[in-house]
């Protein structure tokens, strides 16, 4: 039969032993990631951070599941997970946030998110767009979104939340960088200008593919609301339309022959003057390069006003570095 092991009492030196781990093991669980319980004042932070909370519940479909900063700055305890790393130097802050995307339509969508990382007092330090492209019906994308390089005398960053979420049917999103549509035409919007009032945004139709495409006249456009339904009340007219003098909006069409790798530019303008009436806005725009070409949906955000007027330019040729009459044909 075997004899039950003797229970001893410790010794002194085992004793003594014992304060040394306890502070070992409080030293260990303040490291790494912390997750947020179910309760309502969410987790600690880490002792070297001053628990600055995030509210941000998101914004259709998309939210921020977690915010890594480094150890210098304050760290949110409200409903995200909580990394601290040494502090970065360098050209990137360190500081990133993830976020989850959510599709709880019926069709594929493709997200262009706006996240913006905040101080203390709740100004924007720094603001980064994420494109999610293909998000299925009942999906979920995770991704991670950096910060970037700092300037050394902005504020400490405490916070991101979710600012701006535009999304639209994912076979009508304009293509990604580096890559080339099944047509072999890629079509896009760049951000625009503004100056006294007066609003312009360009067009880029870019031949990508392996043959030649010709394209005459004006883009056809559609407005479309936030609901992508089309939008009344405006009137497109081909040209400035007495919208503005000298912006080229006035050629006269010509049809334009794109190579391989070339490229034409269309102008879109308005004034976003607001007089008598409800001003509109158009987040969306439907391209179609010509008559019968597959639609691209772009997001200028047309700040039309009272005007009800929006003028576009016929498609030029766009000049290439060394071929300034736009007739280089493409080395690819």
């Known amino acids: 039969m075997r004899r039950p092991a003797d229970l001893r009492p410790a010794s002194a030196a085992s004793l003594a032993l014992l304060p040394a781990l306890a502070a070992a093991a409080v030293l260990l669980t303040a490291c790494g990631t912390e997750h947020t319980g179910t309760g309502s004042s969410g987790a600690r932070a880490s002792a070297s951070q001053d628990g600055t909370r995030i509210e941000d519940p998101g914004k259709d479909g998309v939210r921020i599941t977690s915010l890594t900063l480094p150890s210098a700055s304050p760290s949110p305890t409200l409903g995200h997970s909580v990394s601290a790393d040494t502090l970065t130097t360098g050209p990137d802050s360190g500081i990133s946030a993830a976020y989850e995307v959510t599709n709880d339509g019926t069709e594929a969508w493709t997200y262009s998110v706006v996240f913006t ?183 200028p955000h047309l700040d039309l006003g009272t005007t009800g007027k929006l003028g576009v330019g016929p498609w030029v040729k766009a000049e290439r570095q060394g071929c300034p009459d736009g007739t280089c044909r493409s080395s690819g």
């Open 117 to 299: 990382f905040v101080s203390g007092d709740g100004g924007a330090v720094a603001n980064q767009t994420e494109t999610v492209r293909g998000v299925g019906p009942g999906q979920t994308v995770r991704g991670t979104v950096r910060a970037g390089q700092l300037p050394s005398a902005a504020p400490r960053v405490t916070g991101a939340k979710v600012l701006e979420v535009t999304k639209v049917p994912a076979g009508e999103a304009p293509a990604g960088p580096g890559t080339c549509p099944a047509s072999g035409i890629r079509v896009s919007a760049d951000k625009g200008d503004a100056a006294m009032g007066l609003r312009v945004v360009g067009l880029h139709l870019d031949n990508c593919g392996k043959r030649a495409y010709t394209v005459e006249g004006y883009p056809l456009l559609e407005l479309l609301d936030d609901a992508l339904r089309p939008v009344d009340g405006v009137e497109i007219l081909h040209g400035s339309g007495g919208i503005t003098t000298g912006a080229g909006l006035d050629e006269r069409p010509r049809t334009v022959r794109l190579n391989p790798g070339e490229s034409a530019t269309a102008e879109l303008v308005w004034r976003n003057t607001t007089g008598f009436g409800t001003p509109v806005n158009v987040p969306y725009v439907r391209v179609r390069a010509r008559k019968g070409a597959d639609p691209v949906t772009v997001t």
